[in-house]
Structures are given as structure tokens and as C-alpha cells.
């Protein structure tokens, strides 16, 4: 892992999971950890729900848009995580592979979005203590 790590996010839409996870990765870890998130066939627009429940935590989202996954954001992080939606994504070696089963916020309102937005910012402290710890 290179002296300052680098992980992506990937899920499906890049809409929800995956930008909620990046949000807390960069909030919580600060500038410690570069943190990108893509999706296999992204959607238009952030999930509102996911935008809401983020808001209710003091993190803002509302300006970020959904990101195609490419093999170059592969190559160039350290940690790839996938969000429990079966992506495929491209395999180079000496990367580091995680597979986080999350519930999929799509079409839901914000009451269904807050426990996973919870057990998002759970698995991301778990991660910064294994990666970028203080």
C-alpha cells in the first residue's frame, strides 16, 4: 500500500452505498486515505434518500454525481470494495478485495436509508483503523 492509501467504492449505480461510503471515508479519515467511487451503470443523480440521510449527519453529498467504474480507478487504489450487488470488477494483483453486504437503498425513503447509512459509517471506522490509522 502506498504511503497514503487509496480505496474505491463501487456499487452498482454509484448512487447510494458507494457514495455514502466514500462521504464517510473522507469525513471521518480526512485527507489520511484518497477515496473514489464509481459504478458499473451509473445513475443519473445521487439517491435523494441517501442525501437526506447523510444531511441529518452534518455531511453533504447533494453536489456529487454518479461516476462510471473504470480499470484505471481499479489500478489506481489500493482497496477496492464492492457493495453487496455482485459487480464484477477488474482483478490486478496486489489489490485488496472487500465485499461489504449492504442492503440496497435504491427506491427507498430515508427511514429504510439511516441503518444503512449506519452500518456503512461502522465498516468505514473498521477500515480506517486497519489502513490509516492515527
Not at 492509501?5 to 484518497?34: I, K, T
Not at 453487496?84 to 437503498?105: H, I, M, N, Q, S
Amino acid at each position: 500500500m502506498s504511503e497514503k492509501p487509496s480505496v474505491l467504492f463501487v456499487c452498482v449505480h454509484n448512487a447510494g452505498r458507494s457514495q455514502m461510503a466514500a462521504a464517510w471515508l473522507s469525513h471521518l479519515a480526512g485527507d489520511r486515505v484518497e477515496v473514489r467511487s464509481a459504478g458499473s451503470a451509473p445513475a443519473d443523480q445521487v439517491n435523494p434518500a441517501a442525501v437526506e440521510a447523510m444531511r441529518e449527519v452534518g455531511i453533504d453529498i447533494s453536489a456529487e454525481t454518479p461516476k462510471i467504474l473504470t480499470v484505471d480507478a481499479v489500478k489506481e487504489s489500493d482497496v477496492c470494495i464492492t457493495m453487496g450487488c455482485g459487480d464484477t470488477c477488474p482483478v490486478f494483483p496486489g489489490k485488496r478485495y472487500l465485499d461489504w453486504k449492504l442492503d440496497d437503498p435504491a427506491g427507498q425513503g430515508v427511514e429504510a436509508v439511516r441503518p444503512i447509512r449506519d452500518e456503512i459509517r461502522k465498516l468505514v471506522e473498521g477500515l480506517i483503523e486497519e489502513i490509516a490509522p492515527r
